[in-house]
């Protein structure tokens, strides 16, 4: 079992950035698949991107692709999401969340842990 822990949420400007992190509890993060998702008030969860055990591959959803990049530390147990260009549309919950099967899955269902989420919000 592992758990998560986001930070780096905050308010930014549109066109601005923000990294954010999230901590993994546990000896086997580099077990897990990671995958961060986003939730936006009155709108279902919905993908953002994931990247492998070893960080070797990614996807991304169409909506973030070029602006944003996922990437992770294993040494450190912590999966980042660097994100540029932001929009007003970004804002929403973020989440991470892991899978200790290894997918590169984009529905929720296929994810077994999550964080509690941390809150972007972009300002026009």
């Known amino acids: 079992q592992v758990q998560l822990v986001e930070s780096g949420g905050g308010l930014v400007q549109a066109g601005g950035s923000l990294r954010l992190s999230c901590a993994a509890s546990?000896?086997?993060?580099?077990?897990?698949?990671m995958g961060w998702f986003r939730q936006a008030p009155g709108k279902e969860r919905e993908f953002v991107a994931v990247?492998?055990?070893?960080?070797?591959?990614?996807y991304y959803a169409e909506s973030v692709k070029g602006r944003f990049t996922i990437s992770r530390d294993n040494a450190k147990n912590t999966v980042f999401l660097q994100m540029n260009s932001l929009k007003p549309e970004d804002t929403a919950v973020y989440y991470c969340?892991?899978?200790?099967?290894?997918?590169?899955?984009?529905?929720?269902?296929?994810?077994?842990?999550w964080g509690q989420g941390t809150q972007v919000t972009v300002s026009s």
């Open positions: 969340a892991a899978d200790p099967r290894g997918g590169l899955g984009t529905l929720h269902r296929e994810y077994d842990y």
């Open positions: 546990g000896r086997t993060f580099s077990t897990y698949s």
């Open positions: 990247i492998s055990r070893s960080g070797g591959s990614t």
